[in-house]
């Protein structure tokens, strides 16, 4: 069951022309690792003037031609950061407040009541976060923090726990619905995707299925579920 339904997803997902930036988490078929997917798309010239970089196990991302960026402020941060057992991915400098909470004692929850969808009026595209806990189970969280059917007066922060993973699969959200003149936000909860045993297979799957023309940099990190050990891989359009 769990098969075909995740197949029929990844399906939607490649016909998806714009589903924007996208989170996967989940757990690999061997249940050795748990999996962090990140990808990024652009439409105009500015989003897609980008690179992801790796420091010392943090991703962030990076203009690809310094002389051609125009607004650095939404499409320059860190996606991927992590300490001790915690294991942060987003789509935007929120991946900063949920590490500075998380390093005080506080909870992920705390840290993106805090925050609200990104000001990039008419879209206000959501912030979409998530997190994986080493704690002895195979659990992880998922966040996404949006306008109420486009109306910047009424934020909605959705919070979605799964705390039995299964091998395998993942659970997949991402900013947009679709591809628009004004870009629907996600709606409803992360759907289930496939996910695979090691970094390239990953990332080649899904590389290969989000759309050629949109797709900039996507990332994976898989994290040993004994020793807590990660390794990461990049790959970038623009090279």
Known sequence: MFRETADNNANKLSQNEYPGRGIVQGLTPDGDHLVQVYWIM??????????FVEEDGFVRTKAFDES????PSLIIYYPVKYFDRFHIVSNGDQTDTVYDFLKSGKT????????????????????????????????????????????????VRNFFHYEDAIPGFGHCIHTYKENGDVLPSFDGEPYLMPVYNTLDQNIEKYWDMLNEENIISLLVKIIDVKTGKFELKIKNKNI
Request: hydrophobic fraction near 30%; glycine fraction near 6%.
């Open 42 to 51: 652009g439409r105009s010239a500015n989003s897609r003037n980008r690179v």
């Open 68 to 71: 051609k960026v125009v607004d």
């Open 108 to 155: 992920f929850e705390e840290a993106l009541k805090t925050r609200s969808f990104e000001p990039d009026a008419p879209n206000y595209t959501p912030r979409i976060t998530g997190l994986i806990e080493l704690n002895g189970k195979n659990a992880y969280s998922l966040s996404i923090i949006k306008t109420q059917s486009g109306n910047p007066d009424i934020i």
